[in-house]
Every structure is written in C-alpha cells, then in structure tokens.
C-alpha cells in the first residue's frame, strides 16, 4: 500500500514558492496548483527549507535561487575607524536623533556599529546605517570631511555621502 501513497507540493503561481505540502495518505482535497513530487523530493524539501521552487511551467521542482550574503568590506584598521567614529560628537549626536524616534533601531544601529571588528560586519552596519540615518539625522559638510579623512587615514573603503549615507567603495 505505501507504493500508492502520493506526495504533492502546492506552488503559488505568482511566486512559484512552495506554499505547502500533501499527501494522499491523509489529504482528500489537493490544490490545483499541487504538483506530484517524490518521497525523496518530498524528504528534502521538508529538511531543506527555501531550497526547492516550481519550474517555469509550474511542473515540477527546481532549485531555487541563492541570495549571496554581502561581500565583506577590506579593511585595513577597523579597530581604529569605529573608535574615531563613535567618539566623535556628531555620531552621539546622530545615535540621539534615532533614538528619540526609535530607541530599538538606535540600539540596533549602535550595537552594529560597537561590535563590528572586520569587514563583514562593517558591511552589515553600513546597511543598517543606511537604512535608519539619512532620513532622520544629517552630518553637516564639515562632519561629512571629518569622518571621510577619518575612513581614508583607517584605509576605509567607504564614502560619506552629503545625505549622510555611506557607500562602499569597490576596489
């Protein structure tokens, strides 16, 4: 009887994401949208979450794309970058602005940027930064000079932009 037992994957059409799984052992309705899939396919799906996804033609299963984590940032002397920049009065001064909008982003911005020591989690702090500063808080011009001699003297490869976001500059 096992060898009559049928496995199925509900495919969202506009997604081609795996919305759910079936089994004619104890499902009487499957969706149309399921499509028949293997024990095998079926066992690696469940173990291996966001890996599968439908095909074009919403037939059958395909791997789904990899998103790449964020290229670490080179650097030469991170230690001494962070601690120029968090000493520095316009950042207490910007980390005040968020946190009076946001006490949870301040202290996620600020952790970010506390406990970065290579290039990664630089990357990931710049995101963040990114995300929350520039629509709340702005580096004057010469704040803006300060920080970028600041980078370039740490080997830094970012730019201070005049919106107070910062790029990471490709080699």
């Known amino acids: 009887m096992d060898s009559e037992i049928k496995k199925y994957a509900d495919i969202a059409p506009n997604t081609r ?11 009487f309705s499957i969706p149309s949208t ?9 066992q690696d799906c469940v173990s291996n ?5 439908g095909s074009e033609d919403l037939k059958d299963l395909v791997l789904a794309p990899t998103i790449p984590p964020p290229e670490p940032i080179a650097i030469a002397d991170y230690a001494a970058f962070r601690f120029m920049i968090v000493t520095h009065s316009a950042y207490e001064r910007v980390m005040d602005s968020l946190a009076s909008v946001s006490p949870t982003r301040n ?17 990931i702090a710049v995101a963040l930064w990114n995300k ?6 702005q ?6 000079e300060k920080w970028q001699a600041i980078a370039d003297e740490n080997n830094i490869p970012i730019k201070i932009n005049p919106d107070t976001s910062i790029t990471v500059v490709k080699e």
Request: charged share 20%; no cysteine; proline share 2%.
């Open 139 to 144: 580096l004057t011009s010469a704040e803006i």
């Open 17 to 27: 994401k795996i919305r759910g799984f079936y089994s004619s052992e104890i499902n």
């Open 107 to 123: 202290n996620t911005v600020s952790q970010a940027w506390g406990k970065a020591e290579d290039g990664e989690s630089l990357a």
């Open 49 to 53: 979450q966001g890996k599968w996804m």
């Open 34 to 42: 399921a499509i028949e899939i293997s024990e095998e396919q079926w």
């Open 132 to 137: 929350f500063i520039p629509s709340i808080a």
